[in-house]
């Protein structure tokens, strides 16, 4: 006789291993979006004052 708590537990984890992909696809976009968004930002916070520290300086000799 099987144990009931056993048959529960095989069912959590097929249910699991089914989402898994899903899981692993969601979290890798999620990644892939913050690392997207961080670099942006980065961009923004850096080349934009060395753009216009440049734009500035070029208008000033000129």
Do not use: A, N
């Not at 930002?41 to 934009?48: D, G, L, M, N």
Request: neutral net charge; charged residues 15%; glycine residues 2%.
């Amino acid at each position: 006789v099987k144990d009931p708590e056993d048959e529960d537990h095989t069912s959590q984890v097929g249910s699991y291993t089914t989402i898994k992909p899903f899981l692993i696809l969601s979290w890798k976009s999620f990644l892939w979006l913050s690392l997207r968004t961080f670099v942006m930002f980065v961009k923004i916070t850096t080349i934009q004052p060395i753009f216009w520290l440049v734009m500035c300086s070029q208008s000033t000799t000129l």
